[in-house]
């Protein structure tokens, strides 16, 4: 039989492309400095944190707010830039692992419960660039009833979605407008020297040191996002951050626990706008509760906010005194995890300790929005249960145990492979050896860009894919040695034929494998997530060296006389794969 012909064979172009491949990981690798992967947190070492939920009634808490919880406390640990933090629910409990970071921080990342903090506006910008003009919006009508603001036309939907407004429901009288859409655009110097009126900062204390320069807020042009505040009281530090917060990146300043007791830089919570606040006049503490519903007169949906005496009474006197104040310093911002929410405008004062919050909810975020005033960002109230800090001393010493391992492990199979196939066991070890390379760019690589962290249940993954390597190879083979045992090919031919048989023989096991993988990276987690998650890449990984080096690289050998001619030392000499010598012969003179 003919050997196929070299336009339908071209080994060499297949093994530049994964050449390139490799290169460009490896250059990737370079320009990071990415040499060495991160380790997760039984190598490097962290602390294991331990948060049982308390409820009112001593009753379990309901799975829902759990599955919540978990995702705000993974959103808040990963906004500080800690990768392969593992937050999972045990039980009841729910447990955190963080990788490379001490007990202390640790506790405060994850066990704090973010509370509510209503502060007074004293500056609104644009997000990033210098501030514009911020039009108002329609002003809640009496009765509480507000018409949809367009959010371009409003900063309170900068503040949060979609551009709430708010009105107050007063003790034993009827809806006041007393919280609107944010009015219009911040106010001139000119119309702040116009009105030196002393509560323009609500707090005395919010002023800055006497020692401080007298024009540190002062503007620095058109282009500075100060450029026409009125900067009484604000504090010179904060006018530093004011102007080097940019709110359009991803996390914001999102899981940042504020002080109440000291002026703050915030973004929305949509990225659109950046605020300047002063200290908290009302702390989350003093919510009593807060509901989602509807309103019974136009059908929309709002968040009813009760609170406490002394909260009740702080609520009455902020509103009181900030409600004659020119724009912005007449909003009042609700501020979680160090982002502004809302920030209505408050055109009267508030009695009587409860208010509503209206305009374009629906009911998922009118929830979601009374969940966080009730509960601090959290929808359960936690105790701290136990804080364990973990050593990468053991896990060192079981990384070092596992390694030998590997490396025994990979000797035997190297050392069978000679034995057995001789020089087709160099072209196995060949293919060993480009999937070892490949596996460890994609960790470096994977590690660089994405945060993934190496650990021992993704060495043990790593370590087992030696076997799912080596029988793709193996297969491709003994395919080879059958299609030429019965002596009608030659090499070349029975390499063709052969690979179309095992190439089916190699995708389903590996399908297989990989669904597996799928499945129980979906199904498990911790430790056993990260043995499926080193096992479904290694095993993508097969399929490519397979396919771009070991198929074409058996076809250039099988050009060699060493091979074609079935030298002793080849793994395929006729005496070696059991064929006769007429057999032989018949092969050779075809």
Request: charged fraction near 15%; include cysteine; hydrophobic fraction near 45%.
């Given at each position: 039989?003919?050997?196929?012909?070299?336009?339908?064979?071209?080994?060499?172009?297949?093994?530049?492309l994964?050449?390139?491949?490799?290169?460009?990981?490896?250059?990737?690798?370079?320009?990071?400095?990415?040499?060495?992967?991160?380790?997760?947190?039984?190598?490097?070492?962290?602390?294991?944190v331990?948060?049982?939920p308390?409820?009112?009634?001593?009753?379990?808490?309901?799975?829902?707010?759990l599955?919540?919880?978990?995702?705000?406390?993974?959103?808040?640990?990963?906004?500080?830039?800690i990768?392969?933090a593992?937050?999972?629910?045990?039980?009841?409990?729910?447990?955190?692992?963080?990788?490379?970071?001490?007990?202390?921080?640790?506790?405060?990342?994850?066990?704090?419960?973010?509370?509510?903090?209503?502060?007074?506006?004293?500056?609104?910008?644009?997000?990033?660039?210098?501030?514009?003009?911020?039009?108002?919006?329609?002003?809640t009508?009496?009765?509480?009833?507000?018409?949809?603001a367009?959010?371009?036309?409003?900063?309170?939907?900068?503040?949060?979605?979609?551009?709430?407004?708010?009105?107050?429901?007063p003790?034993?009288?009827?809806?006041?407008?007393?919280?609107?859409?944010?009015?219009?655009?911040?106010?001139?110097?000119?119309?702040?020297?116009?009105?030196?009126?002393?509560?323009?900062?609500?707090?005395?204390?919010a002023?800055?040191?006497?020692?401080?320069?007298?024009?540190?807020?002062?503007?620095?042009?058109?282009?500075?996002p100060?450029?026409?505040?009125?900067?009484?009281?604000?504090?010179?530090?904060?006018?530093?951050?004011?102007?080097?917060?940019?709110?359009?990146?991803?996390?914001?300043?999102?899981?940042?626990?504020?002080?109440?007791?000291?002026?703050?830089?915030?973004?929305?919570?949509?990225?659109?706008?950046?605020?300047?606040?002063?200290?908290?006049?009302?702390?989350?503490?003093?919510?009593?509760?807060?509901?989602?519903?509807?309103?019974?007169?136009?059908g929309?949906?709002?968040?009813?906010?009760?609170?406490?005496?002394?909260?009740?009474?702080?609520?009455?006197?902020?509103?009181?005194?900030?409600?004659?104040?020119?724009?912005?310093?007449?909003?009042l911002a609700?501020?979680?995890d160090?982002?502004?929410?809302i920030?209505?405008?408050?055109?009267?004062?508030?009695?009587?300790?409860?208010a509503?919050?209206?305009?374009?909810?629906?009911q998922?975020s009118?929830?979601?929005?009374?969940?966080?005033l009730?509960?601090?960002?959290?929808?359960?109230?936690?105790?701290?249960?136990?804080?364990?800090?973990?050593?990468?001393?053991?896990?060192?010493?079981?990384?070092?145990?596992?390694?030998?391992?590997?490396?025994?492990?990979?000797?035997?199979?190297?050392?069978?492979?000679?034995?057995?196939?001789?020089?087709?066991?160099?072209?196995?070890?060949?293919?060993?050896?480009?999937?070892?390379?490949?596996?460890?760019?994609?960790?470096?690589?994977?590690?660089a860009?994405v945060?993934?962290?190496?650990?021992?249940?993704?060495?043990?993954?790593?370590?087992?894919?030696?076997?799912?390597t080596?029988?793709?190879?193996?297969?491709?083979?003994?395919?080879?040695?059958?299609?030429?045992?019965?002596?009608?090919?030659?090499?070349?031919?029975?390499?063709?034929?052969?690979?179309?048989?095992?190439?089916?023989?190699?995708?389903?096991?590996?399908?297989?494998?990989?669904?597996?993988?799928?499945?129980?990276?979906?199904?498990?987690?911790?430790?056993?997530?990260?043995?499926?998650?080193?096992?479904?890449?290694?095993?993508v990984?097969?399929?490519?060296?397979v396919?771009?080096?070991?198929?074409?690289l058996?076809?250039?050998?099988?050009?060699?006389?060493?091979?074609?001619?079935?030298?002793?030392?080849?793994?395929?000499?006729?005496?070696?794969?059991?064929?006769?010598?007429?057999?032989?012969q018949?092969?050779?003179?075809?």
């Amino acid at each position: 039989m003919a050997p196929p012909t070299s336009s339908q064979i071209k080994p060499g172009r297949t093994l530049l492309l994964l050449l390139a491949i490799i290169l460009a990981m490896g250059a990737t690798v370079a320009l990071q400095k990415a040499f060495e992967p991160k380790f997760g947190l039984d190598l490097a070492g962290g602390t294991t944190v331990t948060l049982t939920p308390k409820t009112l009634d001593g009753k379990p808490p309901a799975q829902d707010a759990l599955d919540r919880a978990v995702s705000i406390i993974r959103d808040r640990v990963n906004g500080t830039g800690i990768s392969d933090a593992e937050v999972a629910k045990a039980n009841d409990n729910i447990v955190i692992q963080i990788p490379g970071v001490g007990s202390d921080e640790a506790v405060r990342l994850v066990s704090t419960t973010a509370e509510l903090r209503m502060r007074q506006v004293l500056w609104i910008a644009d997000a990033k660039t210098a501030p514009q003009t911020l039009p108002s919006a329609a002003a809640t009508p009496s009765g509480g009833a507000s018409p949809a603001a367009s959010p371009a036309a409003s900063p309170a939907a900068s503040a949060g979605s979609p551009a709430p407004s708010a009105s107050a429901t007063p003790a034993g009288r009827a809806l006041s407008k007393a919280l609107a859409a944010p009015s219009p655009s911040p106010t001139t110097t000119a119309e702040a020297s116009a009105s030196p009126n002393p509560s323009a900062s609500p707090n005395p204390s919010a002023s800055p040191s006497a020692a401080a320069p007298a024009n540190a807020c002062a503007s620095t042009g058109d282009s500075d996002p100060l450029n026409g505040a009125d900067t009484t009281g604000m504090d010179p530090q904060i006018c530093k951050q004011f102007r080097a917060i940019d709110c359009t990146k991803a996390d914001r300043g999102q899981g940042a626990q504020d002080d109440p007791a000291k002026q703050l830089v915030a973004c929305s919570k949509d990225g659109t706008a950046r605020y300047i606040l002063d200290k908290a006049a009302v702390l989350g503490t003093e919510i009593s509760g807060a509901s989602s519903g509807t309103d019974q007169t136009t059908g929309e949906w709002i968040v009813q906010v009760n609170l406490k005496s002394k909260g009740a009474s702080e609520f009455a006197d902020i509103t009181r005194r900030i409600t004659s104040l020119p724009a912005p310093r007449n909003q009042l911002a609700n501020v979680l995890d160090g982002v502004v929410i809302i920030a209505p405008t408050i055109e009267e004062a508030i009695p009587g300790g409860s208010a509503r919050i209206s305009g374009g909810f629906t009911q998922q975020s009118s929830t979601e929005l009374a969940d966080q005033l009730k509960y601090g960002a959290l929808p359960l109230k936690f105790i701290q249960g136990s804080v364990d800090s973990v050593s990468s001393t053991l896990g060192q010493d079981q990384l070092r145990g596992g390694l030998i391992s590997g490396a025994i492990g990979l000797l035997i199979v190297v050392l069978y492979l000679l034995l057995y196939y001789r020089g087709l066991g160099f072209i196995g070890v060949a293919s060993l050896g480009v999937a070892t390379v490949v596996t460890y760019l994609s960790v470096a690589v994977l590690s660089a860009n994405v945060g993934f962290r190496l650990s021992l249940p993704h060495i043990i993954g790593l370590v087992v894919s030696i076997g799912i390597t080596a029988d793709s190879f193996i297969v491709y083979f003994e395919r080879i040695r059958d299609e030429m045992k019965e002596g009608r090919r030659t090499l070349r031919a029975a390499v063709e034929v052969a690979w179309k048989r095992a190439r089916r023989t190699i995708l389903v096991a590996d399908a297989v494998m990989f669904i597996a993988a799928i499945v129980l990276y979906f199904l498990a987690v911790g430790g056993v997530a990260g043995f499926a998650f080193a096992m479904g890449l290694t095993t993508v990984i097969d399929i490519v060296v397979v396919m771009l080096f070991t198929k074409p690289l058996m076809s250039l050998v099988a050009r060699t006389k060493f091979f074609s001619k079935g030298h002793k030392l080849s793994g395929l000499d006729p005496e070696r794969m059991g064929r006769t010598t007429s057999s032989a012969q018949t092969m050779q003179e075809a």
